[in-house]
């Protein structure tokens, strides 16, 4: 019980950071803070895949309501939460038995949790960025955008898990 009440709980508090402080957070228009994403990064290994993707259209949905963006956030997440499978499978495959039930820097350590989320952060921000411009003339600036916001975002991913759980302890 208690995992889904902090999952709960994670879940409305990243999207009311995301929707009234982030929203018109920007860079130059080419690094935009994303870390409600934080919410599917952090979601149980055992999550059955159904409820990760139910999850995952769910918080973009949400973030698209407040947004007033036409499913682009709902696509970005779906989109990542294949990515999570993926990552996650080839991860536990090269002979890693680290992964526990929740993937935080505390569990995994730096190297593992930064691989990991960063997968998932440029997954998230290549999908956003393409759909959001959709242009093939834009291809450099879409990269741009990419890099820059996925730096951003994971800038803040990682900057939240110590604030929040600590250094690995081992």
Same mark, same amino acid.
């Given at each position: 019980?208690s995992?889904?009440?902090?999952? #709960?709980?994670r879940f409305?508090?990243? /999207?009311g950071?995301?929707?009234l402080?982030l929203k018109?957070i920007?860079?130059?228009? $080419?690094?935009v803070?994303?870390?409600?994403?934080? #919410?599917?990064?952090? @979601?149980p290994?055992? !999550?059955p895949?159904? $409820?990760?993707? @139910?999850?995952? #259209?769910?918080l973009g949905?949400?973030?698209?309501?407040?947004s007033n963006?036409? &499913? !682009?956030?709902t696509?970005?997440?779906?989109? +990542?939460a294949?990515?999570?499978i +993926?990552?996650?499978?080839?991860?536990?495959?090269? =002979?890693?038995?680290?992964f526990?039930?929740?993937?935080?820097?505390?569990?995994? =350590?730096?190297?593992?949790? @930064?691989?990991y989320a =960063?997968?998932? /952060?440029?997954?998230?921000q %290549?999908? %956003?960025?393409?759909i959001?411009?959709?242009?093939?003339?834009? #291809?450099?600036?879409i990269?741009?955008?990419?890099? &820059? *916001? *996925?730096?951003?975002?994971?800038?803040?991913? !990682? @900057?939240?898990?110590?604030?929040?759980? &600590?250094?690995?302890?081992?």
């Amino acid at each position: 019980m208690s995992v889904i009440l902090s999952n #709960f709980f994670r879940f409305f508090i990243l /999207v009311g950071i995301q929707v009234l402080l982030l929203k018109n957070i920007a860079l130059y228009n $080419w690094a935009v803070p994303y870390p409600y994403i934080l #919410f599917i990064i952090l @979601l149980p290994l055992d !999550i059955p895949i159904f $409820w990760l993707y @139910l999850f995952s #259209f769910i918080l973009g949905l949400t973030v698209d309501i407040f947004s007033n963006t036409p &499913g !682009i956030h709902t696509a970005a997440c779906v989109f +990542m939460a294949l990515a999570r499978i +993926m990552t996650l499978s080839f991860m536990n495959s090269r =002979g890693s038995s680290e992964f526990e039930t929740l993937p935080s820097i505390r569990n995994i =350590g730096f190297d593992r949790f @930064l691989t990991y989320a =960063g997968i998932l /952060v440029v997954a998230h921000q %290549l999908a %956003l960025s393409t759909i959001e411009i959709f242009r093939f003339s834009e #291809f450099f600036y879409i990269l741009l955008k990419v890099i &820059g *916001s *996925s730096i951003f975002t994971l800038f803040l991913v !990682i @900057l939240s898990q110590y604030i929040f759980f &600590g250094q690995r302890t081992k």
